[in-house]
């Protein structure tokens, strides 16, 4: 059984929407959280096995942080 965490900060600037580029490869989409260094909400609208597109609840200037992860990986 094997295991992978990811974990990485996307900048926003004045938008809602970022997408990510995972720079370890999932045979699956990992399991995925994440926070905002302000006071918005998170969403994470799109995953796969490559990438993941965070939204957040209003426009904003800052940090999206998050981490994927996977176990189970042979």
Same mark, same amino acid.
């Given at each position: 059984?094997?295991?992978? +965490? ?6 926003? &600037?004045? $938008?809602?929407?970022?997408?990510? /580029? ?17 006071? +918005? ?6 995953? &796969?096995? $490559?990438?993941?597109?965070?939204? /957040? ?18």
């Amino acid at each position: 059984m094997g295991f992978g +965490v990811e974990s990485a900060s996307v900048t926003f &600037s004045g $938008t809602d929407t970022a997408t990510y /580029t995972f720079t370890q490869s999932y045979p699956y989409p990992p399991i995925v959280t994440a926070t905002a260094d302000q006071d +918005v909400n998170v969403f994470i609208t799109s995953i &796969s096995k $490559t990438q993941v597109t965070l939204e /957040t609840s209003a426009n904003f200037s800052g940090e999206v942080h998050f981490q994927a992860i996977m176990i189970g990986v042979s």
